[in-house]
């Protein structure tokens, strides 16, 4: 990328005053876990089957030394999602922080919660 390294200079000239313990860092990423392949073994594609985009996005932040691991941001689709249920597994006592909306979306809304 053109520019990238003039811009890491002017990021690192911003954080410099702060100690890395104050320095946060957050990145976010998308995963459609019901996705099917685009290639296959097969040697004919199959017509008339449409793709799921069933999504989850996945947040994390930690700060510039490594000292402060925040926990893990999952925004699914449903408030409480069966697969938990039936496991038996309590999503509050997990070491993440589940959210919801309706596309699976780090919105506003759901970072002020």
Excluded: H
Aim: net charge positive.
């Amino acid at each position: 990328m053109e520019g990238a390294e003039d811009r890491m200079v002017e990021l690192r000239a911003i954080v410099a005053p702060y100690l890395l313990i104050d320095v946060y860092n957050m990145d976010k990423t998308g995963l459609f876990w019901k996705a099917t392949l685009d290639t296959t073994l097969a040697t004919k594609t199959l017509l008339g089957i449409k793709k799921q985009k069933v999504r989850v996005s996945l947040a994390n932040c930690s700060n510039a030394d490594g000292s402060d691991k925040l926990p893990l941001w999952i925004i699914g689709a449903l408030i409480k999602p069966r697969c938990f249920a039936a496991a038996r597994v309590n999503i509050n006592l997990l070491d993440i922080l589940w959210r919801s909306n309706k596309k699976a979306w780090i919105i506003t809304v759901i970072m002020l919660n």
